[in-house]
């Protein structure tokens, strides 16, 4: 495993629940005001399971982020940590993809990233 790989990091909030040679299924689960440590993802697909309020933080710039649940989400491969800034805790899949992304061509990524 890699050190900063985020079953390592925070093994109370991640669990594998399926792998093969080609995606990692994570389920995410935490309570209000968790905060990851230092972790890094591929590129990912997330399925929210509940309501969450998050903020994400990463190279000194943060974001906050809100989504009801049932949101399908491109997650492109980012190191960052994660904080729960709402009332409720959070619980999400993520897909994570093994094998390397496509280069987009000239007129940029094809596709929606919602």
Known sequence: MIQDDPVVTDPECYT?????????????????????????????????????????????REVEVELPAGQVRWVSAQEHVGENIGDTGTHAVFVELKEPGLAAGPAGALGPTQ
């Open 16 to 60: 594998v629940i399926f792998e093969n040679d080609r995606v990692r299924v994570l389920e995410y689960r935490d309570r209000p005001g968790d905060r990851t440590h230092p972790h890094r993802h591929p590129d990912s697909v997330m399925y929210t399971l509940s309501a969450f309020r998050r903020r994400v933080s990463s190279g000194g």
